[in-house]
C-alpha cells in the first residue's frame, strides 16, 4: 500500500515532528540528496555552456580590449570553476543541514523576506550591475515558482517541528541560491562583463529548472506522508500563507490566486520601485498621511493628455533659444517642480486637481525627473549640452510612461537616443564645433521631439538613425584627421630619436678630447644629419650604421697629433677611405658637389699641416679660421652644437616638479586608454576637452586630439600625472549616460533619508 494513502503515516499541517527523531533524518537527507544531485548537474551544464557563449562575445567585441576581457575571463573561469562549484554546493548543503537544528539556523543571518528587501540590501553593494542581474534571476523566479516553492515550504516546516520555513529561510528559494551563487562568485576575479554572462546562464540553466527539482521534493515528501493533501493559493501581492493557517488559504482546485492586473514591471523598476517604497512614508503618517483624495487616481491617459499640453507650452514658444550657462539653474528648478505642474494640469483638465498620483505613475515621475537632475549635474557634459538636453524631461516622461521598459532595456531607442547624444555631446566645445554642426544637430533634434513627439515612439528610432548618420560621417572625417596628426607625431619622434642616437654616439666618441672646429663642425652637422638619415632609412642593425661609426672613430683618430714615422703612415693610409665615407655621407645629406670640393679643400688643407707638411701664409690662414668658413650650407642644421647644451637640456628636465609612480595620479595615467576623454584647466585658458588619441611607443607621450581629430596637446606621463596632481584634468566618465545616472539614482536612493523625498506626496 502506498504511504500516502496509510493514514497511520499521514502527517497533517497542525501536528509537528520531532527534528531530532530518525525519520526526520531520513526524510531530510533525502531532500539534501535530491537538491545536491539537481544543482551540480544543473550548475555543470552552466559552466559548459561559458566558454562558448565568452568565445562568441570576443568574436563580436568592438576592440582588442574588450576581446581580451573575454578571453581572461575564459581562463580564469577554467582555473577558478572547481572552487566556485565547490564554494556554492557547499554553502547550501551547510544551509540544508541547518534545517535540522533550527534554534541554530535562526542565528545565521537570514536572507530579505521579500523580493523589496532583497532589491534593497543588494543594491546598496557598490556594483549595480551585479545587484541588478541577480534582483531579476530572484524576481523573477520567485514569482513564477510561487506554487512549488509554497508546498515544500510547508511540508519542510512540518518536518522541522513547525519551525516556519519561508523564502527567506529556505536553502532551495531563488534568492538564497542566487545569494550563494554570488558569494561562491567572489571566488572568480573577472570583469564584471564576464560575470553577468555567467549570472545569465546560472538562470538559464539552474533558477529554470528549480520546478523540477521542487516537484521531485514535493513527490518524495508525499510519499513519505508529509501533508499529502496540501492545497494553497498565494495572496494578493505575492504575500505567503503563514504556516498555522495554510489549510485556510486552500483553494478547491488548488490553483493560485490571479495577481493584480497592470503591467509587469521591468527588473530595474522593480528594483527602483522597492528603493521609492521603501522611502515613501506610510499612509496615515507624515506629508503622505494628510493626502487628500479628490476623485480617482489619474489614469495613464490623463497624465499623457497633461503632458501634452505642458509640452505644446514649451513648443509654442518658438525654436529653442541659443542654449547659455546661466539657464541651467532655472531649469534645474523647472525639473524639480514638474509633477507640482503636472497634477495642477491634470486639475485644470478634469476640474479638479488630485493630490497625487498611483505609486507607479509617481515612481516615474520621480525617476525621471532624477534623470534630469542627474543631466544638470553632470560634470561630463558641457553646460551649455545639459540646458539643451535637459529640455527633453517632458517627451522622456511620456515615453516612460508609454513604454515602461524604457529604464530596463539598454537597446531602447529612446535611451540609446539620449546615450548617444550625450556621447556626442561630451566631446562638444566652442573651438571645437566653430562651424556650429554639432550644436545645430543636437538642437534639431531636441526642438523635433518638443515639437512632434504624441505618442508615436517609432519617432526615437528615426532620430536615433538620423543622429548615427551625422556621427559616422564626421567620424570618418576626425578619423583621417586624426590619423595624419598621429603619423606626423610619430614621424618628428622617429626623427627627434634619431637625433638624440646620432648625438650621444659622437658625444660619447669624442668624449673628453678638444677636437679642432673643422672636424668637430663636420661631425655635429653634416655627418649627425647623415647618420639621422641612415637610422631612419636602415635602422640601427643596418651594416650602413655601423660604417657611419667607425668613420667617426676613423675621423677623430685622423686629429692626433702623428708625431714619427710610424703615426704618419697610418694617417696617410686613413685618409684614402675618410675622403671616400665623407663623400658618400654629405652625398647622402644633399650636399652640392662644389660645396663637397670646398669641405675636402679645407679638410687636404688641414691634414696637409698634420702631416707636417709646409703651407703657404694663406693656408695657414685658412686652417686657423676653418670654423668661421665651414663649407656647409645654413640648410644644414647642426645636431648637436656643443656639450654644454645637452648638459642643459638634462638640468632643465630635472628641474620639472615629479609625482610618485606609486601615486594614485600616476595609476591614473598609467590606467588611459586611446579613446578616453579628459577636460583640461590649465591656467589663463579656456577649458578644453581633449580625446587620448595615441600613446607614443618610443616616448610614451600621450597625444590628445579634438572631436575634429585636430591636435589639442600632448604630454609626457610624468607631465600629464602632474596636470592630475593639480586638478588641472580630470577623466571624462566611458559608460554611458543612462548606466551613469541609474547608478547615481540608486545610490542616492539607496542612502538614509535625510529631507523629503521626490516621492513624497504634493499637496
Keep these: 500500500m502506498n504511504e500516502a494513502s496509510d493514514s497511520s503515516r499521514v502527517v497533517s499541517l497542525n501536528q509537528r515532528m520531532d527534528p531530532s527523531s530518525e525519520r526526520v533524518g531520513e526524510l531530510l537527507n533525502a531532500v539534501r540528496g535530491i537538491t545536491s544531485k539537481r544543482l551540480q548537474q544543473w550548475l555543470g551544464n552552466a559552466f559548459e555552456q561559458v566558454d562558448d557563449a565568452l568565445f562568441d562575445l570576443a568574436e563580436k567585441a568592438e576592440n582588442n580590449a574588450a576581446q581580451m576581457h573575454y578571453f581572461d575571463g575564459m581562463r580564469e573561469v577554467r582555473k577558478r570553476r572547481p572552487s566556485v562549484e565547490r564554494h556554492f554546493l557547499g554553502a547550501i548543503t551547510r544551509k540544508l543541514g541547518d534545517l535540522a537544528h533550527p534554534g541554530q539556523a535562526s542565528a545565521t543571518p537570514a536572507a530579505a523576506t521579500s523580493l523589496g528587501s532583497v532589491e534593497l540590501s543588494l543594491v546598496a553593494d557598490n556594483d549595480l550591475e551585479e545587484s ?8 523573477k523566479n520567485e514569482s513564477r515558482l510561487a506554487r512549488d516553492l509554497f508546498s515544500v515550504n510547508q511540508r519542510l516546516s512540518v518536518i522541522c517541528g513547525g519551525h516556519k520555513i519561508d523564502d527567506s529561510s529556505n536553502p532551495m528559494a531563488p534568492a538564497i541560491l542566487a545569494q550563494a551563487f554570488r558569494q561562491a562568485l567572489q571566488e572568480l576575479g573577472a570583469d564584471m562583463r564576464v560575470k553577468l554572462i555567467i549570472y545569465k546562464l546560472f538562470d538559464r540553466y539552474v533558477l529554470s529548472q528549480l520546478e523540477e527539482l521542487y516537484q521531485e521534493i514535493n513527490t518524495e515528501l508525499v510519499r513519505a506522508g508529509v501533508l499529502p493533501q496540501l492545497r494553497h493559493t498565494v495572496a494578493r501581492g505575492g504575500a505567503q500563507p503563514k504556516a498555522g493557517v495554510a489549510a485556510a488559504s486552500q483553494s478547491a482546485d488548488g490553483s493560485m490566486a490571479a495577481e493584480e492586473p497592470g503591467e509587469i ?22 506629508a503622505v498621511g494628510m493626502r487628500t483624495m479628490t476623485g480617482p487616481l489619474p489614469s495613464a491617459n490623463e497624465l499623457l493628455g497633461a503632458l501634452s499640453v505642458l509640452q505644446s507650452q514649451i513648443a509654442s514658444a518658438g525654436p529653442l533659444p541659443q ?10 528648478r523647472e525639473v524639480a517642480h514638474l509633477k507640482e505642474q503636472l497634477l495642477t494640469q491634470i486639475g485644470a483638465l478634469r476640474g479638479e486637481r488630485p493630490s497625487h498620483v498611483a505609486n507607479m505613475d509617481e515612481d516615474t515621475i520621480d525617476l525621471v525627473g532624477m534623470l534630469f537632475e542627474f543631466i544638470l549635474e553632470d560634470r561630463n557634459l558641457p553646460t551649455v549640452m545639459q540646458v539643451m538636453l535637459a529640455r527633453l524631461q517632458i517627451p522622456y516622461l511620456k515615453a516612460a510612461i508609454l513604454d515602461r521598459k524604457l529604464f530596463a532595456h539598454r537597446q531602447h531607442p529612446a535611451r540609446r537616443l ?71 607625431t610619430r614621424g618628428r619622434e622617429k626623427l627627434e630619436q634619431a637625433r638624440r642616437r646620432a648625438a650621444s654616439e659622437i658625444l660619447d666618441r669624442i668624449g673628453t678630447q678638444k677636437l679642432p672646429p673643422l672636424v668637430h663642425g663636420v661631425l655635429a652637422r653634416a655627418w649627425a644629419n647623415h647618420m639621422v638619415l641612415t637610422l631612419l632609412r636602415q635602422g640601427e642593425d643596418s651594416p650602413e650604421f655601423k660604417t657611419a661609426l667607425r668613420f667617426i672613430d676613423e675621423f677623430i683618430a685622423s686629429t692626433r697629433p702623428a708625431k714619427d714615422a710610424a703615426s704618419l703612415k697610418t694617417l696617410r693610409e686613413m685618409l684614402p677611405g675618410i675622403e671616400r665615407a665623407l663623400r658618400l655621407g654629405l652625398a647622402n645629406v644633399a650636399f652640392q658637389e662644389q660645396d663637397i670640393e670646398r669641405l675636402l679643400g679645407q679638410l687636404h688643407t688641414y691634414y696637409r699641416q698634420q702631416l707636417g707638411e709646409k703651407l703657404e701664409e694663406n693656408e695657414v690662414a685658412t686652417v686657423e679660421e676653418d670654423a668661421a668658413m665651414l663649407a656647409i650650407p645654413d640648410s644644414i642644421q647642426p645636431v648637436i652644437d656643443t656639450k654644454v647644451a645637452a648638459a642643459q637640456e638634462i638640468e632643465d628636465e630635472e628641474e620639472v616638479v615629479e609625482v610618485p609612480p606609486d601615486s594614485p595620479e600616476w595609476h ?13 584647466s590649465l591656467a589663463d585658458e579656456a577649458p578644453a576637452r581633449a580625446k587620448l588619441s595615441w600613446i607614443s611607443p618610443m616616448s610614451g607621450r ?6 575634429r581629430g585636430l591636435k589639442v596637446a600632448d604630454y609626457a606621463p610624468q607631465e600629464l600625472a602632474l596636470l592630475f596632481a593639480e586638478g588641472q584634468a580630470r577623466v571624462l566618465a566611458a559608460n554611458a549616460l543612462f548606466d551613469r545616472a541609474m547608478t547615481a539614482i540608486v545610490g542616492k536612493l539607496s542612502q538614509p533619508e535625510t529631507e523629503a523625498t521626490p516621492s513624497t506626496a504634493t499637496e
Design 265 to 286: 514591471p521591468s527588473d530595474l523598476l522593480q528594483t527602483l520601485h522597492a528603493l521609492f517604497s521603501a522611502r515613501r512614508v506610510p499612509a496615515g503618517t507624515g
Design 702 to 707: 600621450y597625444l590628445f586630439v579634438n572631436r
Design 668 to 680: 591614473q595615467v598609467q590606467a588611459l586608454q586611446p579613446g578616453n576623454w579628459l577636460e583640461f
Design 323 to 332: 542654449a547659455h550657462a546661466e539657464d541651467a539653474t532655472e531649469l534645474a
Design 418 to 488: 539620449l546615450d548617444c547624444l550625450a556621447e556626442q555631446a561630451k566631446g562638444w566645445s566652442e573651438e571645437s564645433d566653430r562651424d556650429h554642426r554639432l550644436h545645430d544637430k543636437v538642437k534639431s533634434i531636441v526642438d523635433q521631439l518638443l515639437h512632434e513627439f504624441d505618442d508615436d515612439m517609432g519617432i526615437f528610432e528615426r532620430l536615433l538613425v538620423d543622429l548615427q548618420q551625422f556621427q559616422d560621417v564626421n567620424k570618418r572625417r576626425s578619423e583621417l584627421a586624426e590619423q595624419r596628426v598621429a603619423e606626423s
Design 132 to 139: 541588478l542581474a541577480i534582483t531579476s534571476m530572484i524576481g
